[in-house]
């Protein structure tokens, strides 16, 4: 069984600039989360969707963080315009069901804003 | 809303040595624990979880946990580690609709 896949892996951009970053889940499982994970610190949740509609986003900065989930499939996270603390590894998980079932984990995008 | 502590930032220890790794949490309603590990440069792995049931819970690689509701621990044990047990662990909970992590804690396996 393929794993949660993320792209890219790495991405450096100055602030004020605009980056996006990709998860494609595990197939069948019907929640997706994306974690912001700062050096030193655990995976703080920016918002899970349960296949395309949001369950919770309330620690999504949505000044400038958006994010959807297309046919509730794949997703895209979005950051307009970066700011020097989004410096971060964000994770992209997928789970078959609410919060309560195993999580699986992709590799993770680190940003660096310079 | 839920919250959890790892009391312990780092942990070195010896190879073959026993270890535990100290979880708390808070929370006003019935809950979901979860001990994951992160390997450099990789996304965490699920290493066991509590639901309900049985207050001791077995996960890969040798690891346990014991679930204590009257102390709110869910503290992680294995009784001999090795050289790649050496990762980031995470403790979290649950309540069914929100999930929160831990700070982690490094475990330095030497040998």
């Known amino acids: 069984e393929a794993g949660v896949a993320q792209s890219p892996r790495y991405k450096i951009i100055e602030k004020r600039q605009s980056v996006a970053f990709w998860c494609n889940p595990i197939?069948?499982?019907?929640?997706l989360y994306w974690y912001q994970q700062i050096l030193g610190q655990g995976p703080k949740l920016l918002i899970q969707f349960q296949n395309n509609g949001v369950v919770d986003d309330s620690q999504l900065p949505k000044d400038r963080f958006s994010a959807e989930r297309l046919k509730g499939v794949d997703s895209t996270l979005k950051i307009q315009p970066a700011k020097l603390e989004d410096s971060a590894v964000y994770l992209c998980a997928s789970s078959l069901g609410g919060t309560a079932y195993e999580q699986y984990f992709g590799p993770g995008t680190r940003l660096t804003v310079t | 809303a839920q919250s959890v502590t790892q009391l312990d930032s780092q942990v070195p220890v010896f190879e073959e040595a026993p270890v535990e790794l100290r979880c708390n949490y808070s929370s006003s309603v019935s809950v979901y624990l979860f001990w994951y590990v992160q390997y450099p440069n990789q996304g965490l792995q699920l290493l066991l979880k509590y639901l309900s049931g049985s207050t001791l819970v077995k996960g890969i690689n040798g690891f346990e946990a014991e679930f204590n509701k009257s102390q709110t621990s869910f503290h992680l044990r294995k009784p001999s580690v090795h050289i790649s047990d050496t990762a980031e662990y995470f403790c979290?909970?649950?309540?069914?609709?929100?999930?929160?992590f831990g700070a982690g804690t490094r475990l330095t396996v030497k040998p």
């Open positions: 979290a909970v649950s309540d069914g609709d929100d999930m929160r």
């Open positions: 197939s069948g499982h019907a929640t």
